[in-house]
């Protein structure tokens, strides 16, 4: 969900200085622009509490999830997880957002979109990758 609504923020902005819209439309694409970063705002603290609870359960469950745990916070993939998927693709941007000045700014917005891609893509690494590197039984 997050992922999306960042991409849409990008075309938009993308759209807005390419086609040099002015006027009604240009208000009516600030405000759509608006409501899609409140709306990426509130998804990306869902996502952070989801992936925060994930951790939790992966750390107090049984010996293979424990092991996935390792692996993740500590192991192989904790730099891609930890780093670039927790703090540059969810902490940063959700930093950025919550500062009113950046998040009225179209620059702001950008800024904070490509983290949260950046983020997507390492966790979509980090699953296919850290998936096949652990052993189903």
Same mark, same amino acid.
């Given at each position: 969900?997050?992922?999306? !609504?960042?991409?849409?923020?990008?075309?938009?902005?993308?759209?807005?200085?390419? !086609?040099?819209? $002015?006027?009604?439309?240009?208000?009516?694409?600030?405000?759509?622009?608006?409501?899609?970063?409140?709306?990426?705002?509130?998804?990306?603290? @869902?996502?952070?509490?989801?992936?925060? #609870?994930?951790?939790?359960? !992966?750390?107090?469950?049984?010996?293979?999830?424990?092991e996935m745990f390792h692996l993740?916070?500590?192991?192989?993939?904790?730099? =891609?997880? =930890? %780093?670039?998927?927790? @703090?540059? %693709?969810? !902490?940063?941007?959700? @930093?950025?957002? #919550?500062?009113?000045?950046?998040?009225? $700014?179209?620059?702001? $917005?950008?800024?904070?979109?490509? =983290?949260?891609?950046?983020?997507?893509l390492a966790m979509r690494i980090?699953?296919?990758?850290? %998936?096949?590197?652990?052993?189903?039984?």
């Amino acid at each position: 969900m997050v992922s999306g !609504l960042a991409l849409m923020i990008i075309i938009l902005h993308i759209r807005k200085r390419v !086609l040099g819209l $002015q006027g009604e439309q240009e208000a009516a694409d600030s405000r759509i622009t608006g409501n899609l970063v409140t709306m990426m705002f509130i998804f990306l603290i @869902i996502e952070l509490f989801l992936m925060g #609870s994930d951790l939790a359960v !992966l750390a107090h469950s049984g010996k293979d999830e424990y092991e996935m745990f390792h692996l993740l916070t500590e192991g192989d993939f904790a730099p =891609l997880f =930890l %780093g670039v998927e927790l @703090i540059l %693709g969810g !902490l940063i941007p959700l @930093i950025l957002l #919550s500062i009113k000045r950046i998040r009225l $700014q179209p620059l702001g $917005q950008c800024a904070a979109c490509a =983290l949260i891609l950046c983020g997507i893509l390492a966790m979509r690494i980090v699953i296919v990758i850290g %998936g096949q590197t652990v052993r189903l039984f």
